[in-house]
């Protein structure tokens, strides 16, 4: 399973760190990214990295948001700077053995989420 943590509450301009631990299976030649779903929307693809370190960005997080992984320790991370209020979601992490791709029926593997909420 995938256990996303570090959401929280934070002012527009700050920054906030995710984790996701990945356990029970292997992740090896998974690509692991987030998503994130706001109220009322659908859930959107955000980011993903390749077991090699290749990354593919939402445009509405590029230059702010930047992903990396530990393949040691199974665990990936979002670090999210100059945050806005539009940023405010819950935030999942998600793995797909078939490579780098923003659709979410492509990802078949699923954290439970961890909520962000960016204040004005």
């Known amino acids: 399973q995938l256990q996303a943590s570090g959401g929280g509450l934070v002012q527009a301009g700050g920054s906030l760190r995710l984790s996701c631990a990945a356990s029970g299976r292997t992740v090896r030649n998974y690509a692991l990214g987030w998503f994130r779903q706001a109220p009322g929307k659908e859930r959107e693809f955000v980011v993903v990295?390749?077991?090699?370190?290749?990354?593919l960005y939402a445009d509405s997080v590029k230059g702010r948001f930047t992903i990396s992984r530990d393949n040691i320790k199974n665990m990936v991370y979002l670090q999210m700077n100059s945050l806005n209020p539009e940023d405010t979601a819950v935030y999942y992490c998600?793995?797909?053995?078939?490579?780098?791709?923003?659709?979410?029926?492509?990802?078949?593997?699923w954290g439970q989420g961890t909520q962000v909420t960016v204040s004005s």
């Open positions: 990295m390749s077991w090699s370190g290749i990354t």
């Open positions: 998600a793995g797909t053995p078939y490579g780098l791709g923003k659709l979410r029926s492509t990802y078949n593997y």
